[in-house]
């Protein structure tokens, strides 16, 4: 009978990461390396404020029911709230969220992240920066934000959605609202978290943290009165001695 060889779970070429503790030397490096995006990002960001994040998947194409939500709302918030827009850089959702606050005459962030496809950023951002590590772009989308917008997306909008989300639960980060658009989209998410309530594994009221909506200017009510009512929004200035610029 004829056998064939198992594959490798591993390609040879690809880097290796499960392969335990790299020299010292690699290990500063890399240190070296997240610290020196650290600074980058802070420098890049601190004057951008305040700022609402906008979460959602870079697939979406111009016209789109979701690209046209993104953009809309967007715009909302832009031209009611006058708070910038910041995404992750790239097209789909991300673009059209720039391009809403664009077009509104708000001012469009993105923090863009270094992959072999899909993310290249948009030409609809006043300021961008390019990151190569995934969780230090994530600490800087949400450092910088007063409110969050969740859109559809994959993977990767569900690890923004669900990371923020306990942040906020665990009382790392302040209450600050969520608004979850596209309403078909999460329909089964959402009958999902009332299993988890149901089940015990998150409390009632963690629910309150969600608003889900399709409407642009009911997210942009629900902001308002969270931001208005609980936050002092803090808009800093650069320092010429430091050579820092807007």
């Not at 030397?25 to 995006?37: A, D, K, N």
């Not at 959602?56 to 031209?79: D, T, W």
């Not at 917008?149 to 665990?170: A, C, R, S, Y």
């Not at 999460?186 to 009958?191: A, G, N, T, V």
């Given at each position: 009978?004829?056998?064939?060889?198992?594959?490798?779970?591993?390609?040879?070429?690809?880097?290796?990461?499960?392969?335990?503790?790299?020299?010292?030397?690699?290990?500063l490096?890399?240190?070296?390396?997240?610290?020196?995006?650290?600074?980058?990002?802070?420098?890049?960001?601190?004057?951008?404020g305040?700022?609402?994040?906008?979460?959602?998947?870079?697939?979406?194409?111009?016209?789109?029911?979701?690209?046209?939500?993104?953009?809309?709302?967007?715009?909302?918030?832009?031209?009611?709230?006058?708070?910038?827009?910041?995404?992750g850089?790239?097209?789909?959702?991300?673009?059209?969220?720039?391009?809403?606050?664009?077009?509104?005459?708000?001012?469009?962030?993105?923090?863009?992240?270094?992959?072999?496809?899909?993310?290249?950023?948009?030409?609809?951002?006043?300021?961008?920066?390019?990151?190569?590590?995934?969780?230090?772009?994530?600490?800087?989308?949400?450092?910088?934000?007063?409110?969050?917008?969740?859109?559809?997306?994959?993977?990767?909008?569900?690890?923004?959605?669900?990371?923020?989300?306990?942040?906020?639960?665990?009382?790392?980060?302040?209450?600050?609202p969520?608004?979850?658009?596209?309403?078909?989209?999460?329909?089964?998410?959402?009958e999902?978290?009332d299993?988890?309530?149901k089940?015990?594994?998150?409390?009632?009221?963690?629910?309150?943290?969600?608003?889900?909506?399709?409407?642009?200017?009911?997210?942009?009510?629900?902001?308002?009165?969270?931001?208005?009512?609980?936050?002092?929004?803090?808009?800093?200035?650069?320092?010429?001695?430091?050579?820092?610029?807007?």
């Amino acid at each position: 009978m004829a056998t064939s060889r198992r594959r490798p779970l591993i390609n040879r070429n690809e880097s290796v990461w499960l392969e335990g503790p790299k020299s010292r030397t690699y290990e500063l490096g890399f240190i070296f390396r997240v610290f020196w995006e650290f600074v980058k990002g802070i420098r890049a960001l601190h004057f951008v404020g305040p700022a609402i994040t906008v979460f959602g998947s870079a697939r979406f194409k111009e016209g789109h029911r979701y690209y046209e939500l993104a953009r809309q709302v967007s715009a909302h918030i832009s031209s009611d709230l006058g708070l910038a827009i910041m995404t992750g850089g790239g097209p789909g959702i991300m673009e059209a969220a720039n391009r809403g606050a664009r077009e509104a005459g708000g001012h469009s962030i993105g923090c863009n992240i270094i992959l072999p496809h899909e993310q290249t950023e948009n030409p609809y951002l006043d300021k961008f920066v390019l990151f190569r590590y995934f969780f230090i772009r994530k600490v800087l989308l949400v450092k910088y934000s007063y409110a969050f917008v969740i859109l559809p997306g994959g993977f990767g909008t569900m690890d923004e959605f669900f990371e923020t989300l306990t942040l906020i639960q665990t009382r790392k980060i302040g209450d600050f609202p969520i608004v979850v658009m596209g309403t078909e989209f999460y329909r089964e998410l959402r009958e999902f978290l009332d299993i988890m309530v149901k089940e015990g594994t998150i409390s009632p009221e963690d629910l309150d943290l969600l608003l889900f909506t399709d409407d642009p200017e009911e997210a942009v009510t629900h902001i308002r009165k969270y931001l208005f009512e609980n936050y002092r929004i803090v808009r800093r200035k650069p320092s010429w001695w430091l050579f820092e610029k807007r």
